[in-house]
């Protein structure tokens, strides 16, 4: 099930069917995509060759609205995980209460081995690729792993030559310069910053006491780990695909991120390489290297699995201690884990609450392109704290009530509820 992240999907909403109200029949047709479009993408490379990628964009329900969710470049995408992805994106807009169904995309590429101008071919290619199936109110594409916000500036422009006019609403997480919002980068970390936070009220515990773990200190990992240090909690290990870095008495966070920013690895940080800062001063931590399963069993209050999806498995689920899991990254419990370690009472915040600060934020970038007028950066941050707050809220309420066994359950509850009730609102056509 590990290996495959649609099936792992099915299996959670199987498991939250029981406490749903939902038809039955809806439910049914809510484990389907409406359509996914696989795209050959052959594109002239900087070194002179032609080399043909494949790509894909899965819609999967726009019974809530537009179709909204990233774009992965990885060597590992398939179809079936752009479909698992764009299912999770329908639960979570469903869930913090967005006027969105669920989409994502996927190119099949290592970028470490492409330059800027490859890259900037394949999304162009890409884009053309799907360009009948996106449009600023049908389908609105956003950066995930290996995308950023000049990826989405490709996008934009390629999409616009098209149209013959500058379409800024057609993507979101783009430069602050063509349409984007302040807070967009760092705003999922931010998300699984302030539900840990909000976590750690719930459970009457004191943030400043913990400890914490991340895996994955890209764009998401960083951010939930440089504002959960500046909360007062001790970063004690963090890792990218390279490895870890480890130190008990907790890790510069910010000097981490700098070296991390200017481009360096997790093994030259713990080989005492760091980039980004003045020889005068390198670093405070002692880190040393940890490798990425140990770090998954650090003995920890909080690990933040924040890279990729099916790490924490029925294989490794007993080696894990720490006592609250907040779900960064999409996926990354299969549900055989996820059944062991709601028995063990570990909390696990899942993906489709914790990691919604991305789409709320990209939400609000859609909504000032709407209006053609820019908010400042403290009323995006108040806004997506206010709308991840309440579905925290609710989440809770739900598992309160003491009917579901888990978050996870109670989050899918209220997202397929209120999927299956514009589906009942809206009626089956013809
Ligand atoms: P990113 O590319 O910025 O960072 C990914 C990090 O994970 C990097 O440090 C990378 O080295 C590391 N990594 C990759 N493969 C790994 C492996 N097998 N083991 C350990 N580390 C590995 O990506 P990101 O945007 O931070 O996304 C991370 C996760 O968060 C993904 O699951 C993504 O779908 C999810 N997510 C991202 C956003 C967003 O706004 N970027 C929103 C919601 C969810």
Known sequence: ????????????????????????????????PERTLKVTLPVKLES???EVFEGYRCQFDSARGPFKGGVRYHPSVTQREVEALAGWMTWKAAL??????????????EPKELTDRDLERLTRRYTEGIRRMIGPETDVPAPDMNTNPQTMAWMMDTYSMYEGYTVPKVVTGK??????????????????????????????????????AVQGFGNVGANAARLLDDAGARVVAASDVTGGAY??????????ATHVDAGG????YTAGVVRGVSD???????????????????????????????????????????????????????????????????????????????????????????QEFSWPLQTVNAELERRIGSAFDETIARYDDGDVPDLRTAAYTIALERTASAHEYRGLFP
């Open 96 to 109: 913090v209460d967005l006027p969105y169904g669920g989409a994502k995309g996927g190119v099949i590429c």
């Open 247 to 256: 130190d008990p008495e907790g890790l510069d966070v910010p000097t981490l």
């Open 1 to 32: 099930m590990a290996d495959d992240p649609f099936e792992n999907m099915l299996a959670q909403m199987d498991r939250a069917e029981e406490y749903a109200e939902v038809d039955h029949g809806i439910f049914e047709r809510l484990k389907h």
């Open 175 to 212: 430069p602050l310069e063509i349409g984007g919002t302040p807070g967009r980068v760092e705003a999922t970390g931010r998300g699984v910053s302030i539900i840990t936070e909000r976590l750690f009220e719930y459970l009457e515990r004191d943030l400043t006491e913990a400890t914490v």
């Open 48 to 50: 002179g060759g032609v």
């Open 280 to 370: 005068d001063r390198t670093r405070w931590d002692e880190a040393g290297h940890i490798d990425n399963e140990t770090l998954l069993s650090l003995d920890v209050d909080v690990l933040i699995p924040a890279a990729v999806e099916g790490v924490i498995t029925a294989h490794n689920v007993d080696d894990i201690r720490a006592s609250a899991v907040v779900e960064a990254a999409n996926g990354p419990t299969t549900v055989a884990a996820d059944e062991i370690l709601t028995e063990r009472d570990v909390q696990v915040v899942p993906d489709i609450l914790a990691n919604t600060g991305g789409v709320i934020v990209s939400y609000l970038e859609w909504v000032q392109n709407s």
């Open 265 to 268: 690895l997790m093994e030259e």
